[in-house]
């Protein structure tokens, strides 16, 4: 697939093992678990994410055959649904689709059932600075043009960061904001810092969700690497499952991603293990990368007041702070986070649309949408739990 450029080349790539973990890391960094290629393998490897569960792996490659090799990636899949994304296209799709277009498939950049920010066109770090920004806009132009060889609808760049997002828009996507909730972590060495800099009422409030939650005798354990084992799993999930019929009703993971996961990031997978009498009865799973923690998923089999919100928020503010992580991110949806010291964040997504008139549609919605959410962020900051002298 030419890109203009003699000099490079771009491929398009239908398994992660068509290119070897070292060349493609080269592209990640250290800092985000999500798009190594450890985790991107362990969807694919697990079946969680390839053909058959309507995620066909169409990642694109970009090399130098007469230098380095491989100088940038993108994790792209072509999909025939929009489950698992976190950033819905639902009313697109219906809308397209009863004027009597076909919206699916479609391509989509994004890590699987993962709504957590970071690099979806990964280059080199050893780069300069403006031969990074090139690549990008070589990944983000091959995504159209393969989009336009594939005749598909759409192709949608979702939870990429602020810079790519920008550099999207001038190649003529759409843009898209929504809002997470993140913590932040001011320097704190203790929890009872954090505690200080909020408000009398707030910082109250925790302290009885926690109170009542060690009164309760539960023991809470944090564990990764090598602590974490196939019983651990196991619990988590059926933890897993009884959480995905309650809320969504479908399970996008399956049994043995879990034990991949845990084989293939080692030290970088975080488990919040609760506890009864010895019998683990709920459980927090997070990433860690090098200056956030991520929190991906959570469940229990018992009902415990107040045990949510300890495994999931105060446990990874704990484990931010004793291990000097800057960020906690919590994952998607939730104002009730604010109270818990996670404040509003802007996510990004960047979309291209084949058809001109679905694609003024979707500007003119994407626009008042924007709207929303700017007013939506200063009113949700109203309601910060930090004091404000």
């Not at 190594?36 to 090399?63: P, R, V």
Request: with cysteine; net charge negative.
């Amino acid at each position: 697939m030419p890109d203009g450029s003699d000099a490079l080349v771009i491929k398009v790539i239908r398994t992660l093992h068509d290119v070897s973990a070292t060349d493609w890391d080269a592209c990640v960094g250290e800092g985000h678990p999500f798009t190594s290629h450890a985790f991107l393998s362990a969807l694919e490897d697990s079946g969680s994410a390839n053909s058959e569960s309507g995620w066909m792996a169409q990642h694109l490659i970009i090399e130098d055959p007469t230098g380095p090799g491989l100088l940038a990636a993108a994790p792209l899949y072509l999909k025939n649904h929009s489950y698992g994304e976190y950033v819905f296209d639902w009313g697109w799709a219906d809308a397209y689709e009863r004027a009597g277009g076909r919206y699916y498939p479609k391509l989509q950049c994004a890590v699987p059932f993962t709504p957590a920010t970071g690099a979806r066109m990964l280059v080199r770090t050893d780069l300069p600075a403006e031969r990074q920004r090139e690549l990008r806009q070589h990944l983000g132009s091959g995504m159209i043009q393969l989009a336009r060889q594939l005749k598909v609808s759409s192709a949608h760049i979702t939870f990429p960061t602020e810079v790519e997002w920008t550099e999207l828009g001038k190649l003529g996507l759409l843009q898209r904001t929504g809002v997470q909730f993140h913590w932040e972590n001011r320097d704190y060495q203790c929890f009872d810092d954090f505690l200080g800099d909020l408000n009398s009422r707030k910082r109250k409030a925790i302290r009885k969700e926690r109170k009542s939650v060690a009164d309760q005798n539960l023991s809470i354990r944090t564990l990764s690497g090598s602590d974490i084992t196939e019983l651990h799993w196991d619990a988590f999930y059926r933890f897993y499952l009884s959480t995905s019929d309650r809320k969504w009703g479908q399970s996008y993971l399956n049994r043995t991603f879990f034990s991949l996961l845990g084989n293939y990031l080692g030290e970088k997978v975080v488990l919040i293990s609760v506890e009864d009498d010895g019998r683990m009865v709920a459980g927090a799973l997070n990433l860690r990368g090098d200056s956030t923690l991520y929190g991906r998923n959570w469940g229990c089999e018992e009902t415990h007041k107040f045990l949510h919100f300890e495994a999931c928020y105060y446990q990874a503010i704990d484990y931010a702070i004793k291990n000097g992580l800057r960020w906690v991110e919590a994952g998607a949806q939730g104002p009730h986070k604010i109270q818990r010291g996670y404040l509003p964040s802007p996510t990004y997504s960047a979309h291209w649309i084949s058809d001109p008139g679905l694609r003024d549609a979707v500007a003119d919605f994407l626009q008042h949408e924007r709207r929303g959410v700017t007013l939506e962020t200063t009113e949700l900051m109203r309601h910060s739990p930090f004091r404000t002298s």
